[in-house]
T-cell receptor, first 114, second 111 residues
Framework: GAGVSQSPSNKVTEKGKDVELRCDPISGHTALYWYRQSLGQGLEFLIYFQGNSAPDKSGLPSDRFSAERTGGSVSTLTIQRTQQEDSAVYLC????????????FGQGTRLTVV | GNSVTQMEGPVTLSEEAFLTINCTYTATGYPSLFWYVQYPGEGLQLLLKATKADDKGSNKGFEATYRKETTSFHLEKGSVQVSDSAVYFCALSDNTDKLIFGTGTRLQVFP
């Protein structure tokens, strides 16, 4: 597609359930980022990928969070045993493999844990 | 570690007023610096960038100069419009390609 695509756009889940969030980056972009934006908060870095490898996982809030990327393209962020504090907008972005180029953001997945 | 600090908002201005949103950074080496903007109901998008010291990024009347001596990248606009109302994020890209954002500053412009 022309831009970064995230699915679902909205997800309501019960506390304790697992959820998977998907990101389709722009074709040819080797760098892929996941961020979390909570109400009234800034962008919290979660993890980023260069190709299929994740050089920095330091932003993942707990071991309930994991992410993978396959084929240097689609990425999945998985949250196990969701908690109410996981409610937020999860943003994905991609960029070409060069640090001074633009990152393109998806519209995000709004996760609500009830 | 590397980080970005922005002034807290909201910043409330009348139309045609002068805008400054402060941003300072902490980083090793020579990061690239960015301003991203998030308009209501839309995704984040790049506003401007600067890749080395003394570079000035500009777009849509906004400007920011990469000041290594003060580790700053303040965003300015001479005359804001109602349509500039948005959340503005300062960011840096460090030598590992990790993109780090500030907490964002909400700008509200009234007619």
């Amino acid at each position: 597609g022309a831009g970064v695509s995230q699915s679902p756009s909205n997800k309501v889940t019960e506390k304790g359930k697992d959820v998977e969030l998907r990101c389709d980056p722009i074709s040819g972009h080797t760098a892929l980022y996941w961020y979390r934006q909570s109400l009234g908060q800034g962008l919290e870095f979660l993890i980023y990928f260069q190709g299929n490898s994740a050089p920095d996982k330091s932003g993942l809030p707990s071991d309930r969070f994991s992410a993978e990327r396959t084929g240097g393209s689609v990425s999945t962020l998985t949250i196990q045993r969701t908690q109410q504090e996981d409610s937020a907008v999860y943003l994905c972005a991609s960029s070409v493999n060069w640090r001074n180029t633009e990152a393109f953001f998806g519209q995000g997945t709004r996760l609500t844990v009830v | 570690g590397n980080s970005v600090t922005q002034m807290e908002g909201p910043v409330t201005l009348s139309e045609e007023a002068f805008l400054t949103i402060n941003c300072t950074y902490t980083a090793t080496g020579y990061p690239s610096l960015f301003w991203y903007v998030q308009y209501p109901g839309e995704g984040l998008q790049l506003l401007l960038k600067a890749t080395k010291a003394d570079d000035k990024g500009s777009n849509k009347g906004f400007e920011a100069t990469y000041r290594k001596e003060t580790t700053s990248f303040h965003l300015e606009k001479g005359s804001v419009q109602v349509s500039d109302s948005a959340v503005y994020f300062c960011a840096l890209s460090d030598n590992t390609d990790k993109l780090i954002f500030g907490t964002g500053t909400r700008l509200q412009v009234f007619p």
